[in-house]
């Protein structure tokens, strides 16, 4: 599990870099002379070059050895961070937030995908659950340390921190990171066919709206609190949320790896995430039971994708970096709408306490998708007259078991 180690250590500067910019937006709204609807653009505009990159450049980098990618995506990530601390404009910020995103998203597909082929079957769940665990750890440690620093040295200081933290684990991974194997190269048709595939595409399409319902939410959340029951430090609520955020991510691996029914384990994610959302204008007058809402939530929503991701290479065993490429790929375009539809409504007029009741409904929806599609393949098929039932083969049965 070293390799796997190594490999969370850069997803946990994505995970800082990609969160941090919610506690960060008053201030560059203030310095740039926008509002903080506009400044939300900026997580928008990250994540949807996150969503591009993943499938565009694992499909030209398909059936190469993905270390170089690795690392020179974690490069241009950093530089970018830099770019951006520089930036001289609100343009300018938007142009590096872009190139930041893009070579986030190369390394998030990759990475993920070297995971579990390095980690072999029996450890999948886990390896999964330290690389999703490096993204939430990034979350938890760093986006509070950053706001923090923020608060006396201004919002580019806390992009020098990103860009030093970048730094670090790409020296780390050029210096330790041992070759990676090639995964088999695959034409851009298979690729496209998984979008038409009745059974990825019901998965896919919960991550989407969880992401839609949980990063549009995250990305506002001080003048959410701030409406809904006058806070004005967002601090410990970041802490809670990504306190949240890496227990549900490593409590999820180990679940799945015990014979966890993935299927039921997604829905009860999606109720907690739904709950909390929905709870959480009630409650932020109380800063405990905020505080719990958002330890909720924050668990539900990083504990989802790790059996979403067991259960795409279990349907489409052999295709594991095109189906993990295209749930990352509708992640992060989940969390590039759910940012600009949050940011539209602020501008409509809408009352920033009423976002979670949005984000609650959205997240409902997933809901009502994954149940769906789990009693439709749930549903025996009909045989035909005279036709002899075939029994199952062992490894149908496993992947039935798990999915």
């Known amino acids: 599990m070293r390799k796997v180690l190594l490999l969370a250590l850069g997803s946990f500067t994505l995970g800082l870099d990609a969160y941090v910019m919610a506690g960060l937006l008053p201030a560059i709204a203030d310095d740039t002379g926008t509002t903080v609807a506009l400044a939300g653009q900026l997580v928008t505009v990250f994540t949807l070059a996150y969503a591009v990159s993943a499938p565009l450049f694992a499909s030209l980098l398909s059936g190469r050895r993905p270390r170089g990618a690795l690392i020179g995506a974690l490069a241009v990530f950093t530089a970018a961070n830099g770019l951006t601390a520089l930036a001289p404009s609100f343009g300018a910020l938007l142009a590096a937030r872009v190139a930041a995103g893009a070579g986030a998203g190369l390394y998030s597909a990759l990475a993920t995908a070297a995971a579990s082929s390095t980690a072999g079957p029996q450890r999948r769940g886990r390896a999964l659950a330290l690389v999703m665990g490096g993204m939430s750890a990034g979350t938890v440690l ?21 860009t030093g933290l970048g730094a670090a684990a790409l020296a780390g991974l050029a210096t330790l990171l041992p070759p990676l194997p090639a995964e088999p190269q695959t034409p851009v048709r298979e690729r496209l066919a998984a979008l038409a595939d009745r059974t990825v595409a019901p998965v896919v399409g919960v991550s989407f709206l969880a992401a839609v319902a949980s990063l549009g939410l995250y990305t506002y959340l001080a003048p959410v609190l701030r409406s809904a029951g006058g806070v004005h430090g967002i601090t410990p609520y970041l802490w809670a949320w990504g306190v949240g955020g890496v227990l549900g991510s490593l409590a999820a691996g180990p679940l799945v790896d015990r014979g966890a029914r993935t299927p039921v384990l997604v829905g009860a994610v999606l109720a907690a995430i739904v709950l909390a959302q929905a709870l959480l204008p009630a409650l932020a007058p109380a800063p405990l039971a905020a505080g719990a809402a958002l330890v909720l939530w924050g668990a539900g929503g990083w504990a989802l994708q790790v059996p979403q991701q067991h259960r795409l290479l279990a349907l489409r065993h052999g295709r594991g970096p095109v189906v993990l490429a295209l749930n990352n790929s509708a992640l992060y375009l989940g969390s590039a709408v759910g940012s600009a539809l949050a940011g539209l409504a602020l501008s409509a007029g809408l009352r920033p306490a009423a976002l979670p009741w949005a984000a609650a409904a959205v997240a409902g929806a997933g809901l009502l998708l994954h149940a769906s599609a789990t009693a439709r393949r749930g549903r025996p098929r009909a045989v035909p007259t005279g036709a002899r039932p075939t029994a199952p083969c062992p490894s149908t049965l496993g992947n039935h078991e798990h999915s």
């Open 142 to 162: 760093g986006v509070p340390l950053g706001v923090l620093l923020a608060e006396h040295t201004g919002w580019r200081a806390t992009l020098w921190l990103v």
